[in-house]
């Protein structure tokens, strides 16, 4: 019964030991962009991007917009990023094949499907690997 209660005991000091230990710190917006920039070089900004370059956005929570994957990614900085919450979805009204500089997007609950409000686009950073 001791031997029980000890094996419990022991197990149970590991658990409080480790679960602070593997606990991930969260990054802010600046850090997980800075992180996504790691290794590319900016180039000239651009007032619209094609929709080719516009798969695979990634919405950076209060910070910016991401588009495309590979060698050059863009990114956007919208005139109000506090705007930006992960907890939303953008929706774009596009009305040809390019999103442009001041074009509107709006921002919609993930849960509930509530309007939440608009962004306005800046110009597109083109981000190119280095290596």
């Avoid at 001791?2 to 230990?21: D, E, F, M, Q, W």
């Avoid at 917006?29 to 900004?45: C, D, F, I, N, S």
Wanted: with cysteine; glycine share 8%; charged share 20%.
């Amino acid at each position: 019964m001791n031997r029980i209660v000890l094996t419990i005991a022991a197990l149970a000091g590991i658990a409080t030991v480790t679960g602070p230990a593997v606990a991930k710190e969260r990054l802010t917006g600046e850090q997980q962009l800075e992180k996504m920039l790691e290794g590319r070089v900016a180039g000239k900004p651009q007032t619209c991007i094609s929709r080719f370059q516009q798969d695979n956005m990634k919405m950076i929570d209060g910070t910016a917009l991401v588009y495309g994957r590979g060698k050059t990614i863009w990114v956007n900085v919208p005139t109000n990023p506090d705007s930006l919450d992960d907890s939303d979805i953008l929706v774009t009204r596009q009305f040809g094949s390019q999103l442009c500089r001041m074009d509107m997007v709006h921002t919609v609950d993930r849960m509930n499907g509530f309007y939440t409000g608009n962004v306005f686009l800046s110009e597109f950073v083109p981000y190119t690997r280095t290596n």
